[in-house]
């Protein structure tokens, strides 16, 4: 019983194409993130999504575009593949909790390769 | 300058030592402060969050926030091999959109721990 869990895990695609990593959260957290990890292992917020309200980082492409069909899910489009998309991709879900608690789980991430 | 600044390492220490990890932030609107244990190609795992300043122990884990100095730590006692991860310290603003800018992270402390 995985909280968030991602698909595909691994990901090799080619230059121009678009490609589209799926992600669950079954915690009924009500903010869900995608947050990208380059190959310095720097983790950088990419997209929040909470209540039908969507926060984009105004340092991603437009290529890339979050689509959710419902509470549980956030989907991660990118269309136009480049070489500088390759990276790992994790989603991530979050909820306040009582007092001025917080949790956050991180999905297992998605390695994108791009060649 | 950047908003969270963290020693990447690596940082090496004998089994049993006591480690401390640290990170400054320049962002005075972060309440709470995160600290993640992340494996090789694994997700993020959440180990503690405080909110405001203060400590807070689990275990052999204790977190400190210092907000008049923007510091906060990590520290492990008894460290064991399993110990060996990169540690990520985070940070959030959850009352400006509820926490939709998500997690500003720091880049991580390469942690070994030598048996």
């Known amino acids: 019983d995985t909280a968030v869990s991602q698909t595909p895990k691994y990901l090799v695609t080619q230059m121009g194409n678009d490609k589209s990593i799926k992600c669950e959260q079954n915690l009924g957290h009500d903010t869900m993130y995608w947050y990208k990890q380059d190959s310095k292992k720097f983790l950088k917020i990419m997209f929040s999504?909470?209540?039908?309200?969507?926060?984009i980082n105004e340092t991603v492409p437009n290529r890339f575009s979050p689509k959710s069909p419902d509470k549980a899910h956030l989907n991660l489009h990118i269309n136009s593949l480049e070489l500088g998309d390759s990276a790992v991709y994790f989603c991530?879900?979050?909820?306040?909790?009582?007092?001025?608690?917080?949790?956050?789980?991180f999905g297992p991430g998605t390695r994108l390769t791009v060649t | 300058q950047k908003e969270v600044e963290q020693d990447p390492g690596p940082l090496s220490v004998p089994e049993g030592a006591i480690v401390s990890l640290n990170c400054t932030y320049s962002n005075s609107a972060f309440q709470y402060f995160m600290w993640y244990r992340q494996y090789s190609r694994k997700g993020p795992e959440l180990l503690m969050y405080t909110y405001s300043s203060g400590n807070k122990e689990d275990g052999r884990f204790t977190a400190q926030v210092d907000k008049s100095s923007k510091y906060i730590s990590l520290f492990i006692r008894d460290s064991q091999p399993s110990d060996s991860a990169t540690y990520l310290c985070a940070m959030i603003d959850m009352y400006s959109g509820g926490g939709a800018d998500g997690l500003t992270f720091g880049k991580g402390t390469h942690l070994i721990i030598q048996p």
């Open positions: 991530a879900s979050s909820k306040r909790t009582s007092g001025p608690g917080w949790e956050q789980y």
């Open positions: 999504y909470n209540n039908k309200e969507l926060i």
